[in-house]
């Protein structure tokens, strides 16, 4: 049956029927607001000020979930496009940091979660911006949706997509003057994508490592048994992939979320110290934190 529209003119729409369905919207929000999860409302708060890491590499994402923006001299590619609800941060940080949003050709996305997907339907739609996923990232937005976690996001503005390019492991991409290997690592979601790329400023170049999800919420028992996962076999996939790129050179560790590298506190150095050492470089830092999730996971199997 064909719903029926509501009015938008003063005076002519249905007064009861308009009463109602704004008294079941205020209390939806009303709920949400008391969420103890405040991931996902009054997002404004969570907005950085963009930055340039190194050379041409800018941090364009929020407190919580990282978005990096490349210049790759022949366009702009955006590593993941934030939290759903969050694109117009994400469209004002590209602005602040002195580009054009409509110069984005590519996004790729570390993996099929809610919280690294919101803004990539609105670049398609908007600038035609070409999407990346991981192969079995696609799979699961086509046959198991709910993997995304996409029910969670309370916003029915956004959905799932369609990806221009599925990634699979050891593909190499050229976009615009840049460089990128992918390494399908496993484990937080099937499709998680870790890569590989130079960064240059002046005549320096160093190379910058990005890991595509290192969470263990999508680990514990319950989840595991919840969707029908081996739990043990679970696990070892994703140390598995910890173990694959653990040895990689890395100079500049990228994080997904920003507690990975501790992104806001390098930035404050930045700030503390805008003529010294750039603290984003630190050759150790990805082994270091790699070994740290194996740690975890390690705890996490202790107690679960």
Not at 104 to 121: E, N, P, R, T, Y
Not at 169 to 192: E, F, K, M, N, S
Not at 223 to 229: H, M, P, S, T, V
């Amino acid at each position: 049956m064909k719903a029926d529209i509501v009015n938008t003119e003063p005076g002519e729409g249905k007064p009861n029927a308009d009463e109602a369905a704004y008294a079941a919207y205020a209390a939806q929000r009303a709920a949400l607001l008391k969420t103890p999860d405040s991931h996902y409302v009054n997002q404004e708060a969570q907005y950085v000020h963009p930055f340039r890491i190194f050379g041409n590499v800018w941090y364009v994402g929020g407190d919580w979930v990282c978005v990096h923006l490349v210049d790759t001299g022949d366009g702009l590619l955006l590593i993941d496009s934030g939290n759903i609800g969050a694109a117009a941060m994400l469209v004002n940080a590209i602005w602040e940091a002195g580009f054009r949003p409509a110069d984005v050709k590519w996004i790729i996305h570390s993996h099929g979660h809610l919280d690294h997907i919101g803004a990539a339907g609105f670049f398609k739609r908007m600038f035609g911006t070409k999407l990346y996923l991981g192969a079995p990232d696609a799979a699961m937005f086509r046959e198991r949706p709910s993997l995304s976690l996409m029910q969670y996001a309370r916003n029915a503005q956004e959905g799932l997509f369609e990806p221009d390019v599925e990634i699979n492991d050891g593909d190499i991409l050229r976009l615009g003057g840049t460089t990128l290997q992918c390494r399908l690592v496993p484990g937080h979601t099937a499709g998680c994508v870790a890569l590989f790329f130079n960064a240059h400023e002046g005549g320096e170049t160093r190379r910058c490592g990005y890991y595509g999800g290192f969470g263990l919420n999508t680990l514990k028992r319950a989840y595991l048994e919840a969707y029908g996962f081996d739990v043990g076999k679970s696990r070892q996939i994703y140390l598995d992939s910890l173990a694959k790129v653990r040895d990689e050179k890395v100079e500049i560790f990228l994080g997904n979320h920003c507690g990975n590298n501790d992104t806001i506190g390098l930035r404050r150095k930045q700030l503390e110290n805008p003529g010294g050492p750039n603290p984003f470089i630190d050759p150790a830092a990805w082994g270091r934190y790699l070994d740290s999730r194996r740690e975890a996971l390690a705890a996490l199997c202790a107690a679960d």
